[in-house]
């Protein structure tokens, strides 16, 4: 079975709770990350939690270890169960953020390879590589693989093992649900959900992958 994690990038409280809420019977978790936490404050964890879902907070963290360790120590005290932070910064940085995750019972997730074209000029090939040897060797619960490119994603398996494997791209970014489900733990979907007409009805469509 692999999750169905509703990347939950819209703008402000009243339309992030009512789309979490109408699509939360098929979601496995919600990720959220700078757009809505900008427009709302932290706090919206904390009324997202009431649903009953993981939180996953998308900050991609990516500073000297002494900030990363507070960022990650108020996400986890305002509500989330999962971070995701970026590797490049070096496996010291890494590590505070899997210490913090640690501390609070969390999950940290490093990014190893990103969905878009872009992502190509830097993080792909031999970088993404490294970063998710790294993933594994700092204790991380996982890292990011993107839906867009399954051939990566295999690749990457080889490395991490079963660590997690968390995938976006599907939807909107052109990655095909029915090809990367098996190759992952959890699918992060966004826009194709949250900007239908009928969000809940979008996330059923998705609900193969948890069977």
């Known amino acids: 079975m692999t999750d169905l994690i509703l990347a939950l990038d819209v703008l402000t409280r009243e339309e992030a709770l009512e789309i979490a809420e109408e699509t939360s019977p098929y979601l496995d978790a919600i990720k959220i990350g700078y757009p809505l936490v900008l427009g709302t404050g932290l706090s919206i964890a904390r009324e997202l ?50 210490d913090a ?40 619960d996982g890292i990011i693989a993107p839906a867009t490119r399954p051939e990566r994603v295999k690749a990457l398996r080889e490395i991490v093992g079963r660590k997690k494997i968390l995938s976006p791209g599907v939807g909107a970014q052109g990655g095909d649900a029915h090809e990367i489900a098996p190759l992952i733990d959890g699918m992060i979907v966004g826009r194709s959900i949250y900007t239908a007409e009928n969000p809940a009805k979008e996330a059923e469509k998705y609900s193969f992958v948890r069977r």
């Open 101 to 140: 995750a640690d501390d609070a019972g969390g999950e940290c997730y490093v990014v190893a390879e990103m969905s878009h074209p872009g992502a190509l000029e830097f993080l792909s090939g031999d970088i993404a590589d490294r970063l998710a040897h790294m993933a594994v060797r700092c204790g991380a």
């Open 49 to 98: 939690s009431g649903l009953g879902l993981p939180l996953i907070a998308d900050f991609k963290v990516a500073d000297i270890p002494n900030t990363n360790r507070l960022i990650a120590e108020h996400v986890f005290e305002a509500g989330f169960s999962g971070i995701i932070v970026q590797g490049f910064t070096g496996s010291d940085s890494l590590s505070a953020c899997v």
